[in-house]
């Protein structure tokens, strides 16, 4: 769910300095492989658990000279809800947790795009996660777009980062002692779709 969350952010970002003349929208394809979204979130206030949402899928339609009309929509299968061993793995898709049977995909769909300065960005979405819909805003930064070196294919980069409160989606295993707000962090790269 924060992997959804951290990909919105990525939209948001772009700002003037990157606009081109007679730029329009162009649809960027999430790279999985060059994509991570974690999720960070108290554990007993001992550590903060992170978890990793892998294998995130999802377009991009990115507006360089009206980012206001860019778009996101992003898709994470909870069965790739990763928390690096495979006893732990199992309780997180219970029903304890992600309920993989019932509910197996986590959906972010952007609703809106700000730019709030000459890289930074906010995009607002409706995250879907078990079942339930609710508002998440992803705060964003553009990094970069052009040509990568090495596959030669045009790439856009951003980073993000967003907030909310699991519970809200009816997620309540363990509360207070593991922790409500969940926090994601995004590093999110997406390839030109020719």
């Known amino acids: 769910m924060k992997k959804l969350l951290m990909t919105t952010a ?11 003349q007679n730029a329009h929208a162009e649809t960027y394809q999430v790279d999985p492989t060059h994509t991570n979204i ?34 996101v929509h992003i898709t994470l299968r909870a069965a790739n809800i990763d928390g690096d061993d495979q006893k732990f793995n199992a309780h997180l898709q219970s029903a304890d947790f992600f309920n993989v049977t019932e509910h197996p995909v986590v959906t972010f ?3 809106g795009v700000e730019v709030t300065g000459a890289d930074k960005g906010r995009v607002m979405g409706e995250l879907t996660l078990l079942g339930v819909t609710k ?12 040509v990568n070196p090495f596959n030669q294919k045009e790439t856009a980069g951003f980073t993000a980062t967003a907030s909310l409160n699991r519970s809200d989606f009816g997620m309540g295993y363990g509360l207070p002692a593991i ?16």
């Open 10 to 20: 990525l939209v948001a970002s772009f700002a003037s300095p990157f606009m081109v």
């Open 38 to 71: 974690l999720l960070r979130v108290s554990h007993i206030g001992f550590s903060n658990m992170v978890l990793e949402a892998l294998k995130p899928e999802g377009t991009l339609t990115f507006d360089q000279n009206n980012p206001e009309n860019s778009e």
């Open 109 to 111: 769909k952007s609703t």
């Open 135 to 146: 508002p998440v805003a992803l705060d964003v930064t553009f990094n970069k777009v052009g």
């Open 179 to 194: 922790g409500d707000e969940i926090t994601v962090d995004i590093n999110l790269e997406a390839i030109k779709v020719q």
